[in-house]
């Protein structure tokens, strides 16, 4: 997601390059405007062309010749296991267990020749492998969560990185990961 700061006069077309978080934007008349930028997954842009219309911009990237968007794809699946919470007064510090269920939540901005940004069945594969060195086990005898309790809270961020490095590739990017301990209670993180 891209977000403009600041506004540019009313000129019907610029071109703009990516510069240090913000575009330069080059007019037809030669004017140089800077708009700062925020753009999500912190990665280059590159060139491309704005059109102005009413309240809003759209940005063509020049190399795709195409809209910049950004999609975003989820799943959801799950796992048992047992845990205690350390540090924590109260029943929840006792071993107990919970069927999990997590949702694993993907950018994408540019779709493959079949229109995917990632098949659903690579997204399940690799979250349900990573989850099976989870399933049926006392987390808090995995190294993982030796030292750290294994809270949702701790469990969401454990999966995040390591889904990160299975599936972040320059296009696909992990967003967020929730993980629910029961239909009324969830942790998500994201970064």
Same mark, same amino acid.
């Given at each position: ?33 800077? +708009? ?13 062309? @704005? ?23 989820? +799943?959801? =699946? %799950? ?5 205690? @919470? +350390? ?17 694993? %939540? ?20 690799? =979250?349900?492998?990573? @989850? ?23 469990? %969401? ?5 390591? @889904? ?28």
């Amino acid at each position: 997601m891209l977000i403009a700061v600041g506004w540019a006069f009313e000129k019907p077309h610029l071109t703009f390059e990516y510069v240090n978080h913000g575009l330069r934007l080059l007019s037809d008349s030669g004017w140089i405007i800077h +708009i700062y930028t925020y753009l999500a997954n912190r990665e280059t842009i590159g060139k491309g062309v @704005l059109h102005f219309g009413k309240g809003h911009v759209t940005i063509y990237h020049s190399n795709y010749g195409k809209r910049i968007v950004m999609y975003k794809l989820k +799943i959801q =699946t %799950s796992f048992a296991a047992a845990h205690c @919470l +350390i540090n924590y007064q109260g029943e929840c510090e006792n071993l107990h267990g919970h069927n999990w269920k997590v949702e694993v %939540s993907v950018t994408v901005q540019q779709l493959d020749k079949a229109g995917l940004g990632i098949d659903f069945k690579i997204l399940k594969q690799e =979250t349900n492998a990573l @989850l099976r060195t989870l399933d049926h086990k006392y987390l808090n005898e995995l190294a993982p969560f030796r030292e750290v309790s294994p809270s949702s809270e701790n469990i %969401s961020c454990y999966l995040y990185h390591e @889904l990160s490095l299975r599936l972040n590739d320059g296009n696909v990017k992990v967003d967020s990961i929730t993980v629910w301990e029961s239909d009324n209670a969830a942790a998500t993180y994201y970064e």
